[in-house]
């Protein structure tokens, strides 16, 4: 699979979009773009993925490059709850493997 | 929908001893489900892969004589470690995914804090 880069942490004022970015420039064709979030002592929980078009659902908004090389997942008005780490993960026929994802504090 | 169950959700046990650890899609069918540890500061190690009615495909380094996975219907998978000792102290997390997309999304269940003394 595919690797991707984070940065490793990144803060956001609560009730403001949160917009976390990822690349992942050696993507293949058949790779989906996933995202995921883990909250303190729980099992990670799936937010969004994409092949190439942009994604959007309940929890959030996914924006894919043309190119595929990168994205940008989007949380529309953050809260204190969205406190997390975001691990963005290309994924094809194979399971997940988590990098050190982005660590997003909510500030109030 | 897509829920992913796990229990115990905490087990402090003896060196020696062995923990058995399920997993149990509530909601859809996992025809693959997958293991991952946790160790502090760290992010999720994939341990091993299992198919339903097939044997476990562990990743290299993980002793499949140490964590034996059973997973013998589509809603239940187990991990046993076996003579557990103090360094398999671990959150440990299950992963199921199924035919709920094409691309077979994976769903974690809460994780499994296993604490040995």
């Known amino acids: 699979d595919a690797k991707t880069t984070q940065p490793t942490s990144m803060d956001c004022a609560e009730g403001r979009a949160a917009n976390l970015p990822c690349n992942h420039s050696?993507?293949?064709?058949?790779?989906?773009v996933y995202w995921y979030r883990q909250i303190h002592s729980q099992g990670p929980q799936y937010i969004i993925h994409?092949?190439?078009n942009n994604e959007t659902n309940e929890m959030a908004s996914l924006i894919i490059t043309e190119d595929r090389k990168s994205s940008t997942l989007i949380l529309p008005h953050a809260t204190l709850r969205d406190t997390a780490v975001y691990y963005c993960i290309v994924k094809g026929n194979t399971p997940l493997v988590f990098g050190k994802g982005t660590r997003l504090s909510v500030i109030a | 929908g897509a829920v992913v169950s796990q229990h115990p959700s905490r087990v402090i046990c003896k060196s020696g001893t062995s923990v058995k650890i399920e997993c149990r899609s509530l909601?859809?069918?996992?025809?693959?489900m997958f293991w991952y540890r946790q160790f502090p500061k760290q992010s999720l190690m994939l341990m091993a892969t299992s198919n339903e009615g097939s044997k476990a495909t562990y990743e290299q380094g993980v002793e499949k004589d140490k964590f034996l996975i059973n997973h013998a219907s589509l809603t239940l998978s187990t991990l046993t470690v076996t003579s557990a000792h103090p360094e398999d102290s671990s959150f440990y997390i299950c992963s199921a995914s199924g035919r709920t997309d094409p691309t077979d999304t994976q769903y974690f269940g809460p994780g499994t804090r296993l604490t040995v003394l």
């Open positions: 909601d859809f069918q996992a025809t693959t």
């Open positions: 050696t993507i293949s064709g058949n790779e989906y």
């Open positions: 994409g092949l190439k």
